[in-house]
């Protein structure tokens, strides 16, 4: 069920065991060959998926659109807010859905600038939610079938690369431009600090897209296709279900390797 298409007396009549999603995203660049909301399709179009097949359990809330993308600002079209306000205002919307009596909130993110604050909620608000809090980034659900799936190696699963340019390919190929898609422009690099979604860095080191990837890209988009995002899409969304199963029924999930 969507949030934003209930009629308040529908959404009144629902069992407070559904799962509400809320969807966190960004508006910001990716590379000469997607569009700004990349992140926010991407991460709307899983739970859309997921919602086709288990509508009744669940309930999308509209998706946040602008998130942390200071390291971003380099580049025209992103916007941006601060990791305060993001905090701030997502207390604000957990409350109010747990003010009408939902007990089980999972805060979905699609844009690797949001992990860290999705961390943090689940851990300052956590304590003092009187349901199950979760915070879930899409692609930390399933990494080794996800690795399994990466054809581009280190770095490959990175911003605007092979698989998010898969999986736009997959959703709205009308905005992509493939003869604009370009590997990572490579600038001084940091062993310790390299990383991508997939294989998270040793050591954390602030620097701007603008530094790390002239271009806006990290990893490589030319091996994407639309058949490539139907199998990420597939794996994300059977994790999904099971986490939303498990929440169901109220037994303990066993976390997928
Ligand atoms: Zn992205």
Redesign the pocket.
């Known amino acids: 069920m969507i949030w934003d298409e209930l009629t308040s007396p529908q959404l009144d009549k629902l069992s407070r065991d559904v799962v509400v999603f809320v969807p966190i995203a960004a508006t910001e660049q990716?590379g000469a060959h997607l569009p700004l909301a990349?992140?926010r399709m991407i991460g709307w179009h899983f739970l859309t998926q997921l919602e086709a097949s288990i509508s009744d359990r669940i309930l999308l809330l509209p998706p946040v659109a602008i998130g942390c993308s200071e390291h971003h600002m380099d580049f025209a079209g992103t916007l941006t807010v601060s990791h305060d306000a993001m905090i701030s205002y997502l207390e604000d919307v957990i409350g109010s859905v747990s003010e009408h009596g939902f007990k089980h909130v999972v805060v979905f993110n699609s844009?690797g600038g949001n992990s860290a604050i999705a961390q943090v909620l689940v851990e300052s608000l956590g304590p003092r939610f009187s349901g199950i809090l979760l915070a879930i980034t899409w692609w930390r659900l399933a990494i080794a079938s996800l690795l399994a799936e990466s054809k581009t190696g280190a770095g490959g699963v990175g911003?605007?690369g092979e698989f998010?340019t898969s999986l736009m390919l997959l959703i709205a190929p009308h905005l992509v431009n493939m003869d604009l898609a370009v590997e990572k422009a490579n600038r001084k690099t940091y062993p310790w600090a390299e990383g991508d979604l997939l294989r998270g860095s040793h050591i954390s080191l602030y620097r701007s897209m603008q530094e790390m990837t002239p271009n806006g890209v990290f990893g490589d988009p030319t091996h994407s296709s639309a058949a490539q995002g139907q199998r990420i899409t597939d794996i994300v969304v059977e994790r999904l279900c099971h986490v939303v199963d498990d929440l169901f029924v109220n037994r303990s999930y066993d976390l997928p390797k």
């Open positions: 990716h990349t992140d844009h911003h605007a998010e």
